[in-house]
T-cell receptor
């Protein structure tokens, strides 16, 4: 069964540092997403990406965040200067924009200290 | 305004019981409705996907959407201990962009 792969599974970083979270979506998918889940809270939308550009972003996704699909297979989320409140589980998802729904990766747990 | 409301539970049932999980929503533009299962510290796993109103059945799982009441349900028949997880509803207006998730209902099926 095709999977969305995320690396690393857990990252600890100092406040103010830059982090890059990596995702390999399912190969024939065209739509890519980042969501996050703060411990004990809802899964929250961050950004959607299609045709090499952002199609929608939430108010959480401010100038500190950026996404990139650098090589046609990877999909990355960069946080430029991490804050304590960025600590969360970050999920990448991909889909075909069809009735088959969207597949999530297992997530990267980001801990900002 | 909370877009999607879901009772967080926990819901504890004996093995073999029929489980009913529900979400309500406020945005009448939602047309795409999903149920995900999430095990602890894992990503959400898609269980059911429905478009607009009606029922959809897949094995022991049945999803129902009532757009007039802005109410969706997931029924699990003959529940098993392996069904113990958090169940998340999610919905979208256009199927391509932002999904709104409920807070999840934690289900425990006791052997």
């Amino acid at each position: 069964e095709p999977e969305v792969t995320q690396t690393p599974s857990h990252q600890v970083t100092q406040m103010g540092q830059e982090v890059i979270l990596r995702c390999v979506p399912i190969s024939n998918h065209l739509y890519f997403y980042w969501y996050r889940q703060i411990l004990g809270q809802k899964v929250e939308f961050l950004v959607s990406f299609y045709n090499n550009e952002i199609s929608e972003k939430s108010e959480i996704f401010d100038d500190q965040f950026s996404v990139e699909r650098p090589d046609g297979s990877n999909f990355t989320l960069k946080i430029r200067s991490t804050k304590l409140e960025d600590s969360a589980m970050y999920f990448c998802a991909s889909g075909q924009g069809s009735v088959y729904g969207y597949t999530f990766g297992s997530g990267t747990r980001l801990t900002v200290v | 305004q909370k877009e999607v409301e879901q009772d967080p539970g926990p819901l504890s049932v004996p093995e073999g019981a029929i489980v009913s999980l529900n979400c309500t929503y406020s945005n009448s533009a939602f047309q795409y409705f999903m149920w995900y299962r999430q095990y602890s510290r894992k990503g959400p796993e898609l269980l059911m996907y429905t478009y607009s109103s009606g029922n959809k059945e897949d094995g022991r799982f049945t999803a129902q959407v009532d757009k007039s009441s802005k109410y969706i349900s997931l029924f699990i028949r003959d529940s098993q201990p392996s069904d113990s997880a958090t169940y998340l509803c999610a919905m979208s207006a256009d199927n391509f962009n932002k999904f709104y998730f409920g807070s999840g209902t934690k289900l425990n099926v006791k052997p």
